[in-house]
């Protein structure tokens, strides 16, 4: 659990120190769940998850399942190389261009 913590919060780029400050924790604390040393009390837990934008299932099993489409889209690509990367950037512009196009076409209909 303390490793998904410590990936998702670097994945939204949240230093250890934030976090812990807005957990009202210190920042020794968070290091230790971070590291499995500690596990947190439940109120903890649900607070981490709201912060971090995941539910509790991800952090105790590893199954994602954030709050936001987006942030899984990007936590994706995160783990794309670079050029699969820009594949998906071509993809994406295309979907937009038949998208706009389509709906250009249903106004001259």
Same mark, same amino acid.
């Given at each position: =659990? $303390?490793? +998904?913590?410590?990936?998702?919060?670097?994945?939204?780029?949240?230093?250890?120190?934030? /976090?812990?400050?807005?957990?009202?924790?210190?920042?020794?604390?968070?290091?230790?769940?971070?590291? $499995?040393?500690?596990?947190?009390?439940?109120?903890?837990l649900?607070?981490?998850?709201?912060?971090?934008?995941? #539910?509790?299932?991800?952090? /105790?099993? $590893?199954? =994602?399942? #954030?709050? @936001?489409?987006?942030? @899984?889209?990007? #936590? $994706?690509?995160?783990?794309?190389?670079?050029? @699969?990367?820009?594949?998906?950037?071509n =993809? &994406?512009?295309? /979907? &937009?261009? +038949?998208n706009?196009?389509?709906?250009?076409? +249903?106004? /001259?209909?």
């Amino acid at each position: =659990m $303390g490793k +998904r913590i410590k990936l998702r919060r670097k994945e939204l780029n949240i230093k250890q120190n934030e /976090l812990a400050e807005k957990l009202n924790i210190s920042n020794n604390h968070l290091s230790s769940v971070e590291n $499995g040393r500690e596990k947190p009390s439940l109120e903890l837990l649900l607070n981490i998850c709201e912060l971090l934008n995941v #539910t509790p299932d991800y952090l /105790l099993l $590893g199954n =994602m399942h #954030t709050n @936001d489409i987006s942030q @899984d889209i990007l #936590t $994706g690509l995160r783990l794309c190389a670079e050029e @699969d990367v820009l594949l998906i950037r071509n =993809m &994406i512009e295309l /979907l &937009i261009k +038949r998208n706009h196009k389509d709906w250009n076409n +249903r106004n /001259l209909l």
